[in-house]
């Protein structure tokens, strides 16, 4: 995983970059959840935290719910359990299952021991301060609550780091391009421990080691394509990045079958 500058940084949690542009719709983080059908082994990460909810009852709240994989799954599994989605943008949360709120993550409109279980899966990293935002979903949760987060690790995709930076630097005319924007370097697998245990004194982590190989470049145009709303913080002209990462992505798979990316996520179960 590259390492973002200080604005790119700062762009990875820009409310308004998130909530108009990357996730205006559920359109870009789509094509990121999509590549993992191509990984093996398989995951079922709706069914892990079903799994992780299992001594759970009463109220759920999931943080930056996203296009609302995860409250789908629970509404159809745990209809006992009282699911509220929430996100920063209100235009996400239009095909997700009711009852959702537009909210930020930083400031829960809820009270303090007013949940059983708190979801924040791969939105940490989006928050401008981490530290405090765990600390606020720490507050809502009430005593013998969970917390299950989501992350990558530093190490994840990083053929894709690599793929970017030989388009970027070809289309510069150079050796190497700038490195592509990480969402989950300010809050990666490494760092999670360190951020929740400022609030949590039980944190276990289950990684998720795995392989993706496909044998067609438009999962991986579609993955690249959809940091469109970070292109200003890439230092490099982004459509034409996309159009030749998809050249040679297709001629690494005629020269060698496949391309292979090396993924590395981790689910967090933290308790008080």
Known sequence: MTSN?????????????????????GRHLAARQSIYRWQQPQYDLPGIVVEELASTSGIVLDVGC????????????????????MDISAGILADVE???????????PFADDSADAVLALHML????????????????????????????????????????????????????????ISLSSRFSLEK??????????????????????????APIVAH?????????????PFEQTVLRAREITESTIAEEGSFEIKCLGGVLTCRP
């Open 5 to 25: 500058t200080a604005q790119q940084d700062a762009a990875v949690a820009d409310k308004s970059i998130l909530a108009n542009s990357a996730y205006a719709d």
């Open 66 to 85: 996203g296009n609302g994989k995860f409250v789908s799954r629970l509404h159809n599994e745990r209809p006992d359990l009282q699911v509220v989605g």
């Open 98 to 108: 009711k009852p959702v709120l537009v909210a930020d993550a930083q400031a829960l």
């Open 125 to 180: 990293y989006h928050v401008s301060d981490i530290e405090a935002t765990i600390k606020e979903l720490a507050r809502v949760l009430r005593p013998g609550g969970v917390l299950i987060a989501s992350t990558n690790s530093d190490a994840d995709k990083q053929e894709l780091d690599q793929l970017w930076v030989m388009a970027a630097g070809d289309i510069l005319g150079i050796p190497e391009g700038p490195a592509r």
């Open 192 to 217: 999670a421990h360190g951020y929740l245990e400022t609030a949590f004194s039980e944190i276990r982590v289950r990684q998720l080691p795995g392989t993706i190989n496909v044998t067609d470049s």
């Open 224 to 236: 690249l394509a959809s940091y469109e709303a970070w292109a200003e913080q890439c230092g490099v």
